[in-house]
Structures are given as C-alpha cells and as structure tokens.
C-alpha cells in the first residue's frame, strides 16, 4: 500500500472527534475536493459526517452519498423483513430532501444537487461556515411549514 489510501479501521461515521483528526493529520487547513460518503446509509451518521465535512469542502467541490434511496427500493431484500435495516425508524432520503431544501434557501451553500436512483451529487458553493455551527437540518427555511414529517408507513403495495 502507498501513501495515496490510508485506512482507517474502527472508525465511526458519527464520530466527529476521529473524522476531524483523519483530516486534519491528512490535509492540513487545505480544502477538500471530494468526498464519498459510502458508509452507514443511516439519516443521523450520514448526517453527523455531512455537518463536519461539508464546511471543508472547496468551491466548486464535489460531495458523494451513495446508496441513498435504499429504502425505497422495490425489492423482497430492501422491502422485507428481514433486511439488516428494517427497524431503521428514519431514512437516508429524509437527508436528501434536506439538501434538495438547502438549494433553495442557501444556494451559497450548496450550489447544486443532482439526485440520481443510487446516487446524490452536491456541489459546494462558496458560502463560508464552520463545520461547528453547521447542522444541515437547520440550515433551510420554510416559515415555519411543515415540510418533512412521519408520514403513513403503510407500504405502497401498487409498485
């Protein structure tokens, strides 16, 4: 292995103390151009790492969240009981309809989203925040609209 990948086993994705760290032993005070998020495909880890990397993204930079739609997937494995997370009480899309929120109340934020089946693309605008006062679930406005709330989990069984 060369210096280019380095692993970092045991590492939580909520764990903001380690993932603050791995970046600053990595990349200094130098902005990031990418990042794939390809980990828990949980709302609040997924959530935890965007708060804390995002802000260090560059202008222009890419963020990746792969295997969003998940739950939503019309399949006997994702739709079925037995899946690993199927008591998972809040989904990964909620997140994505967040960022779709932020495009439009913060477009300096987050400049574009291109959402895809299995993929989500966010490009970073050139707002500055701090990766300690960010929380992207307070980060749109909808005065005081109820946008996103738990709906009927009844199953769509017409799919």
Not at 125 to 130: K, R
């Amino acid at each position: 292995m060369n210096d280019d990948v380095r692993l970092y086993y045991d590492t939580s994705q909520d764990d903001q103390e380690r993932l603050s760290w791995i970046v600053q032993e990595n990349f200094g005070d130098q902005p990031l151009d990418m990042v794939i998020d390809d980990c828990s495909h949980l709302y609040e880890m997924t959530k935890s790492s965007l708060n804390l990397l995002l802000p260090r993204l560059r202008e222009g930079g890419l963020y990746v969240i792969e295997d969003w739609g998940w739950a939503h997937w019309p399949d006997e494995y994702w739709q079925g009981s037995a899946h690993q997370m199927v008591d998972e009480g809040t989904p990964l899309s909620k997140l994505i309809l967040e960022l779709v929120m932020v495009v439009a109340s913060r477009p300096g934020l987050i400049s574009e989203l291109t959402v895809r089946p299995g993929v989500v693309f966010l490009t970073r605008g050139e707002e500055l925040v701090s990766s300690e006062k960010l929380d992207i679930s307070q980060s749109y406005v909808t005065a005081g609209r109820q946008v996103l709330f738990q709906g009927d989990t009844q199953r769509n069984a017409d799919i």
